[in-house]
């Protein structure tokens, strides 16, 4: 198990810098996701950790050692390519088998340290077929088997699954999560899929245009984003414009849908800022009456989309603001009806408007 | 720092092993460098029999390497180049063939070394033959072999055409035979050269140009070796050419007697020694020595004149060339298939080798600037002379000759010819003349730029029009 | 490592590869071409321009050079007649036996057409074969002149080589032609002719321009057939006799820069459009190709064997010379004999000669492998600066014809231990490498190309040092293209003419070709240069095969400018 320290590394393509002065500490054993849109660096970030590139500023240290110019093939870490880029040319056995053999590994010993990766991933039964003889899910594992089998400091996964169907997707999270259980190595994990993110992570890290957005738990992600680039990338959520009128607990915002409280939680929001009230469509419920305890908007449903478990409706408020709402409970309403949405002032978050 | 070797690294290094045992010269003792024209066959028989016999007197092993670069005239280019370049020696031991004229040029400018060959080998060897030298009194050079001089014909093309089997060097010359006589460049070969001095020495100097003139006018083209003639010859591609005595009785042991035919023009021709000298600054000069004494040996003579697999004779080629020894020809009998004793041969005139070799590069650019380059022209005219209402008359003025035979001789011996803007201007002159006396045709060489100058138009155009539609600056 | 050594992509590794390939293009293609310059202007360290007017006011070399230009004319033109309507059809259209008929327009490229020169000159000779058949059908009476001298000899025979490399390029510019485009003009109203001249034409000029560059530089240097054809008043053989005078006489030297100008700015312009052309219309290879007709089908199949049929004379006629036991004055052979093939493995002479090319042309070949590897690592791999330099240099090699670095080795190299008078294997091994090294680094782009960089990074990932995943990933999954590269290095060097003939000076070290050459002068000699012929023919047509196969339409891409 290896702890990774970033220290404020740049990397930049010409005029872009695709890595901007990152710092992050990953603790060692940690399931850490980097995640943001494409182009925001985290890819990048990943083949830095990797060795693929070397920073032109700033450290990279595995434990206390700097690994910064360490080149790949000397670094100990274990990568899983989005294309999974198993070798074609040789079986799945000896995919795994080369790593040990660079690594001057005696045979026997390769021959049990490949059965028991593959046995892990569940595949000892293919260890004689060539890659392209297997489907995705099988190369995936294969890839990741072959990550494991050297045993790393460090697992780093580049979208490992976007290249698998909705289903497989889903089967092989908890196979990476159970491997990671089992084994406790340290690992880094690419994805723009904030669902992946979501269920799988320790910690998240929300990357966009080279920075750090905010780093923390899932739950810290969904339920605090740090700023609105956050609050829209973790999920759905309604952005309402305002202005904060009020600063003490909870702090009053006014917008065009009327004055809400919202839970002030560690927000520095002060009176008179520009700022934007998040409320998660699900949070926001269908009551019946207007209660004291609750932000209330009145509106009319403008279309439903039928999601299987839940039903997702497009409000439009009289003033003309579009709000998405989840409903599990009461379905059956129909296009065109009017609706009264009311969420609590913890249901709620204020961010800053920039 | 293994690590970073470059890919690709464990073959260029198993590369550069193989290169380096290939490139190594090969294991031998000794070794003689020997610059020659001749064929592959002579080569070979030489070097087996030269390398046993080595072997046998002195316990050693000798290499033999045998360097080409051309024809004689090319070699003697190549003497005096790679001299001009380092004079102390250029590398090679030995120059093995190509006539006697060039020995004695190359004796002139000092190229040769003298050695002394063993008198007992010596006293066998005929001192002369027609009265021309076949060594070198001073021991510069010795003649190894001998050569005649005559005329190869393919017997069923004259019959086809309807023309009688040659006799003289004039019946190359005669008009009928246009397009039909082969030869080679003299500038290129030396045996071809000599031919052509041959018939200079015979007819004398104006009469003899005018029959080599004819016969360029009737030559099919000009080979760079005077061996591609014989094969022409037995293709059907010319019907005779001129061609050294075993060139032309290869040809005819190849194709037939009743095919290929060979004549040695009565009295006009000469059998002359084939050289062979050590070069000056010869890095092996003992070995030299022992193989031209070899070659002058009833040991190596015999290689020359014994049939193929007949006791002390050529293993693999059977070389069918004249001896030196005089008294060998009357003891072969049927070992040998060489039918002419060449000392019994009479000449109706003493060729002069001295006179021969002064003027050897004149002649020849002269037979360039007249013949050769001005070729078609050349042609032509004589067809128009021909056509003419007095062929004589007309073809006076195309066998007109620049220079007289004593200009000749004072150019060649004042060394003037060694200057290269001297020969340079002879030979423009020279060949202007020429091209006007065949009166070229102004308009046919405006007519022949024209498809290039068509070409370059059309490629303008076409650069022009890519350029137009090239993306980024339409 | 600093900075900026990083920031420049370069390790030592990379460096020290940089710096060999460097050196070896400097030493063996940029020097000499700069020494024969340089002798070529300064004489007895003087400068002068008085060889250059020479050639123009001299009328003889004017001559030579206006033959050889004229040669290299008809030869592009006639290659364009016979290739442009065989690649219209078969870029355009579906019909029965294609793939059949593509594969039979590349058979002539197996003959190198010095070696059919060989076989030309017996059948077709005023008295050879054909004249004698005719004659003998009574359909003429006078021999018919078919090698006219010279210049005609060399016009067939280089027209029938190179045609098969014109219609590579001009079906490869068709191909490249979108369809779609077309499709798209004709949607818009245009008809056949102006769709030809405003959308056709245009998009296909710079792939035919290159193939035409290509088949004129060929022809304009190639020394091998107008040497057999002893049609000598053309540049290249003047090259050749200036060579045994190259210390004394620069005119050698100022041919070779007129040359040497003229091949360069025909390739760079070649380059330069072609460039321009794979923006516009790469990609869209595949498109509609409409069926042919039953008539039509049948047409074609007639053109395309009748053309092969004339193609395969040369080779025919080689195939014969060299089992004719006696061939004289008479339409075939009269006896026929397997002994010239006996003569070529027992002769001193022609064994060696097969022991010297191969052992040459496999090392040359082997150094083609590895810096063909090295360079298309580079150019694909990193982002070293100077890529674009190191690609140029690389193609280089197509621009300067072999007789021209030939000429420049026994120039620049004499008196060195690397003189060819001494010992030419090394000049040789490099002069065949270098000249056929642009194949290789296409071949090998092309792999490298193909291959995903991921399975490099994977391999570096579990322990593989750069070199090695190189080695032991790359290398074996392109090597199909470095086989198909290696293959068609190696035959073409086992058949280099210009380079062997100038550059081995001593039989012990003659290549095949040098020996045929040799051969010729012999009585017996078209029957064993036949032989030895048919026997590089073959082992041509087997490496051309087998490239062919595992190149599959690639193939053409690899012999244009």
């Not at chain 2, 070969?189 to 041959?198: D, N």
């Not at chain 2, 003139?213 to 591609?228: H, K, L, V």
């Not at chain 2, 040991?299 to 050529?314: A, F, H, M, S, T």
């Not at chain 3, 050459?517 to 032989?531: C, E, Q």
Request: net charge neutral.
């Amino acid at each position: 198990m290896t702890s990774i320290t970033i220290d404020s590394v740049l990397k930049s393509f010409g005029d872009v810098r695709a890595v901007n002065k990152v710092s992050v500490s990953i603790e060692a054993g940690e399931l850490f996701f980097l995640l943001g849109p494409s182009g925001c660096g985290k890819t990048t970030l990943l083949r830095l950790l990797a060795g693929f590139y070397t920073p032109e500023s700033g450290r990279i240290l595995f434990d206390d050692s700097d690994v910064s110019n360490t080149p790949p093939h000397k670094r100990n870490t274990g990568m899983v390519f989005q294309n999974y880029a198993l070798w074609p040319h040789m079986t799945v056995s000896q995919n795994l088998a080369f790593g040990l053999e660079m690594h001057k590994i005696p045979g026997d010993q390769r021959d049990e340290r490949v059965r028991r990766a593959l046995e892990s991933v569940r595949l000892d039964m293919l260890a004689e077929r060539y890659p392209n003889q297997l489907s995705g899910g099988q190369q995936q594992r294969v890839a990741l088997a072959r990550a494991l089998v050297l045993e790393p400091g460090v697992v780093l996964l580049d979208e490992p699954l976007s290249n698998l169907d909705a289903r497989l997707r889903l089967d092989m999270r908890h196979e990476i999560k159970r491997i990671h259980t089992e084994t406790g190595i340290t690992m880094v994990y690419v994805t723009h899929d904030q669902d992946e993110a979501l269920s799988m992570a320790d910690r998240i890290a929300v990357m966009r245009d080279g920075v750090i957005e905010q780093i923390g738990s899932p739950h810290e992600l969904y339920d605090a984003p740090a700023n609105r680039f956050v609050a829209q990338f973790m999920g759905e959520t309604n952005l309402i414009e305002g202005k904060v009128v009020s600063g003490d607990d909870p702090i009053v915002v006014e917008t065009d849908l009327g004055m809400f409280n919202v839970a002030s939680r560690k927000t520095t929001a002060e009176i008179g800022d520009s700022v934007y009230c998040s409320i998660r469509p699900e949070k926001i419920a269908c009551i019946e009456n207007t209660t004291a305890a609750q932000n209330t908007v009145a509106g009319k449903i403008e279309e439903v989309f039928f999601l299987g478990d839940h039903e997702q409706y497009r409000v439009v408020s009289a003033s003309g603001e579009v709000l998405r709402v989840s409903n599990r409970d009461s379905r059956g309403r129909v296009k065109g009806t009017d609706i009264l949405l009311g969420f609590g002032p913890d249901d709620a978050v204020v961010l800053h408007g920039n | 720092m293994g690590a970073c070797l470059p890919p690709g690294s464990w073959l260029g290094t198993s590369m550069i092993v193989t290169f380096a045992l290939l490139s190594a010269p090969l294991y031998a003792q000794d070794e003689l460098v020997i610059l020659s024209p001749h064929w592959e066959g002579i080569r070979q028989e030489f070097e087996r029999a030269f390398t046993a016999k080595h072997k046998a007197d002195t316990g050693r092993d000798v290499d033999i390497r045998w360097l080409d670069v051309g024809g004689t005239s090319d070699i003697l280019r190549f003497i005096r180049s790679e001299f001009s370049n380092k004079s102390d020696g250029i590398g090679v031991d030995i120059f093995f063939g190509g006539g006697t004229d060039p020995y004695v040029e190359l004796k002139k400018h000092g190229f040769l070394q003298s050695c002394d060959v063993n008198p007992r080998i010596l006293n066998r060897i005929a001192p002369s033959i027609g009265g021309v030298p076949l060594y070198d009194t001073d021991g510069t050079w010795y003649a190894a072999t001998m050569a005649g001089f005559g005329i190869i014909y393919n017997k069923l093309v004259l019959k086809k055409l309807g023309l009688a089997a040659p006799q003289t060097w004039a019946d190359l010359a005669d008009p009928e035979s246009m397009t039909w006589v082969g030869t080679a460049d003299p500038r290129k070969s030396g045996s071809v050269h000599m031919t052509y001095e041959i018939i200079l020495q015979a007819y004398g100097w104006e009469k003899g140009w005018r029959v080599i003139t004819a016969i360029g006018a009737n030559a099919r083209g000009f080979s760079a070796g005077s061996s591609q003639v014989p094969i022409d010859v037995a293709t059907g591609e010319v019907a005779y050419g001129l061609a050294i005595d075993f060139y032309a009785w290869a040809q005819v042991r190849q194709a037939g007697p009743d095919i290929i035919g060979y004549v040695m023009p009565r009295d006009l021709t000469v059998v002359n020694g084939d050289g062979m000298a050590m070069l000056r600054g010869a890095p092996n000069p003992a070995i030299a020595q022992r193989f031209i004494e070899f070659v002058l040996s009833e040991e190596g003579q015999l290689l020359w004149i014994l049939k193929k697999g007949e006791n002390d004779g050529p293993v693999d080629f059977e070389l069918g060339r004249f001896t030196v020894m005089p008294d060998l020809y009357a003891r072969l009998g049927d070992r040998t298939s060489v039918r002419v004793n060449p000392f019994e041969w009479k000449s109706g005139f003493v060729y002069d080798p001295e006179r021969a070799s002064a003027r050897w590069s004149l002649v020849n650019d002269l037979f360039g600037a007249i013949i050769i380059d001005p070729h078609r022209f050349l042609v032509a005219a004589r067809r128009a002379a021909l056509r003419a209402a007095d062929p004589a008359q007309s073809q006076d003025q195309i066998f007109a000759l620049p220079i007289t035979e004593q200009e000749a001789l004072q150019l060649a011996t004042d060394s003037a010819w060694d200057d290269p803007g001297v020969r340079n201007r002879h030979i423009q002159s020279w060949s202007a003349n020429a091209r006007q006396a065949y009166g070229e045709n102004p308009r046919e060489g405006l007519l022949r730029n024209l498809p290039a100058a068509a070409a370059l138009v059309l490629l303008i155009g076409m650069v022009i029009y890519m350029r137009r539609r090239s993306p980024g600056r339409s | 490592m600093g900075t900026n050594m990083r920031a420049l992509d370069l390790s030592p590794g990379r460096l020290a590869m940089i710096l060999c390939l460097l050196v070896f293009f400097g030493v063996f293609l940029i020097y000499p071409l700069i020494y024969m310059t340089a002798n070529a202007f300064i004489v007895n360290g003087k400068f002068t321009t008085e060889f250059f007017r020479l050639m123009i006011t001299d009328p003889t070399q004017w001559n030579t050079i206006l033959n050889s230009v004229n040669l290299g004319l008809a030869v592009t033109l006639v290659t364009t007649i016979i290739s442009l309507p065989m690649a219209a059809v078969m870029a355009r259209h579906e019909f029965r036996g294609k793939a059949l008929l593509n594969g039979l327009v590349l058979v002539p490229m197996v003959l190198p057409p010095f070696v059919g020169a060989v076989g030309m000159r017996q059948m077709f000779a005023r008295f050879g074969s054909v004249n004698l058949w005719l004659l003998d059908l009574g359909l003429i009476d006078q021999p018919i002149d078919w090698l006219g001298g010279g210049m005609l000899g060399v016009v067939i025979m280089e027209v029938l080589h190179l045609y098969p490399i014109m219609f590579l390029n001009v079906t490869a510019a068709l191909a490249n032609v979108d369809p779609s485009l077309e499709e798209a003009a004709r949607g818009v109203g245009a008809g056949r002719v102006s769709l030809f001249r405003r959308i056709t034409f245009p998009l296909m000029l710079p792939g035919y321009f290159a193939g035409a560059v290509i088949v004129f530089i060929w022809a304009f240097t190639d020394l091998g057939t107008p040497l057999v054809f002893e049609y000598r008043q053309v540049v290249p053989v003047q090259i050749f006799d200036m060579l045994s005078d190259v210390h004394e006489n620069p005119m050698g030297y100022a041919l070779v820069v007129l040359m040497l100008v003229m091949t360069l700015v025909f390739f760079g312009l070649a380059r330069n459009f072609m460039s321009g052309h794979a923006m516009m219309s790469r990609g869209h290879v595949t498109g509609a190709s409409s069926p042919l007709s039953r008539p039509a089908t049948i047409a074609t199949h007639v053109a395309f064997l009748g053309i092969t049929i004339l193609a395969l004379i040369p080779h025919f006629s080689v195939i014969l010379t060299s089992i004719a036991d006696r061939w004289y004055m008479t339409p075939l052979p009269s006896l026929y004999t397997s002994k010239y093939y006996a003569m070529v493995f027992d002769h001193e002479l022609t064994t060696t000669s097969i022991r010297n090319s191969l052992g040459l042309s496999a090392i040359s070949t082997a150094l083609d492998v590895v810096i063909g590897i090295w360079i298309a690592y580079l150019l694909t791999r990193t982002r070293i600066p100077g890529r674009q330099v190191l690609d140029s240099l690389a193609m280089l090699p197509l621009a300067v014809p072999g007789i021209i670095i030939a000429f420049g080795y026994v120039g620049t190299f004499s008196g060195t231990f690397l003189d060819a008078r001494n010992n030419p294997v090394p000049l040789l091994i490099i002069a065949y490498a270098v000249r056929r090294l642009p194949y290789m680094v296409r071949a090998a782009y092309a792999g490298f190309q193909q291959t995903s960089v991921s399975l490099e990074e994977a391999a570096q990932n579990v322990g593989a040092s750069p070199a090695r995943s190189i080695r032991r990933i790359t290398i074996p999954l392109i090597f199909a293209n470095l086989v198909a590269g290696g293959i068609l290095c190696f035959s073409f060097a086992m058949l280099e003419v210009s380079d062997s003939l100038i550059l081995a000076f001593e039989q012990r070290y003659y290549p095949i070709t040098k020996a045929i050459y040799n051969l010729m002068t012999r009585p017996d000699g078209p029957f064993i240069a036949s032989a030895m012929g048919v026997i590089g023919m073959a082992l041509l047509m087997a490496g051309l095969l087998i490239a062919g196969r595992v190149l599959g339409r690639r193939m053409g891409e690899l012999f244009r400018a």
